[in-house]
């Protein structure tokens, strides 16, 4: 009689992504694999093709998880917040977000959350829909909106980024930097705002 070993009990693909997630932010999101999330459960690579797609779908279910957590962060700190303050606590969440949870935030800049031709449902809270809001309430024409957000991204990323690679050598503070950076998106977003009003 052959012996045929008995799945893992509790390896599920909500368990494997959280592992996944979890293994990219000690590791690095490029030292994400299917042997290393494996080796947590104590199962064969192969097994975990019941649960995910291969390590294209792992990475995008973590980029997914990732993004979904990133926005729920987004807003639980806005909290109703609108006006400058809302762009003010938005930028600190995203930044904090990136400390915490380095490999999942790189997952949302370089995985592509589906691949072309795929339909799923769409994510909730989404960051973008997030930061769609902090501009409505910033009166920025709907318009404007798609144009502004890639400006914005593209000074958070640029900061998280520099930050978490050595890229600030000067011995300034770095915190008073990403100030600079938050209230000259104030006076972009809201021309003739006064600092902190």
């Given at each position: 009689?052959?012996?045929?070993?008995?799945?893992?009990?509790?390896v599920?693909?909500?368990?494997?992504?959280?592992?996944?997630?979890?293994?990219?932010?000690?590791?690095?999101?490029?030292?994400?694999?299917?042997?290393?999330?494996?080796?947590?459960?104590?199962?064969?690579?192969?097994?975990?093709?019941?649960?995910?797609?291969?390590?294209?779908?792992?990475?995008?279910?973590?980029?997914?998880?990732?993004?979904?957590?990133l926005?729920a962060?987004?807003?639980?700190?806005?909290?109703?917040?609108?006006?400058?303050?809302?762009?003010?606590?938005?930028?600190?969440?995203?930044?904090?977000?990136?400390h915490?949870?380095?490999?999942r935030?790189?997952?949302?800049?370089?995985a592509?959350?589906?691949?072309?031709g795929?339909?799923?449902?769409?994510?909730?809270?989404?960051?973008?829909?997030?930061?769609?809001?902090?501009?409505?309430?910033?009166?920025?024409?709907?318009s404007?909106?798609?144009?502004?957000m890639?400006?914005?991204?593209?000074?958070?990323?640029?900061?998280?980024?520099?930050?978490?690679?050595?890229?600030?050598?000067?011995?300034?503070?770095?915190?008073?930097?990403?100030?600079?950076l938050?209230?000259?998106?104030?006076r972009?977003?809201?021309?003739?705002?006064?600092?902190?009003?």
């Amino acid at each position: 009689m052959e012996c045929v070993p008995m799945p893992r009990a509790g390896v599920t693909p909500e368990r494997v992504v959280r592992e996944a997630a979890l293994l990219s932010d000690e590791e690095g999101f490029d030292a994400l694999t299917l042997s290393g999330v494996a080796q947590r459960f104590g199962v064969s690579v192969p097994s975990l093709y019941k649960h995910v797609e291969g390590l294209g779908g792992l990475r995008r279910s973590v980029a997914r998880a990732g993004a979904q957590e990133l926005g729920a962060c987004l807003r639980e700190a806005l909290d109703g917040r609108t006006g400058p303050d809302a762009w003010r606590v938005f930028a600190h969440a995203y930044r904090r977000f990136a400390h915490a949870h380095p490999g999942r935030y790189t997952a949302l800049q370089r995985a592509p959350l589906l691949p072309s031709g795929t339909e799923e449902a769409p994510l909730s809270p989404d960051p973008v829909s997030v930061l769609a809001e902090v501009l409505q309430g910033l009166g920025v024409a709907e318009s404007r909106h798609v144009p502004v957000m890639r400006a914005l991204r593209s000074a958070l990323h640029g900061f998280v980024d520099l930050e978490a690679n050595g890229g600030f050598g000067f011995p300034a503070d770095v915190d008073t930097s990403f100030d600079v950076l938050v209230e000259s998106c104030v006076r972009m977003l809201v021309p003739g705002a006064d600092e902190h009003g």
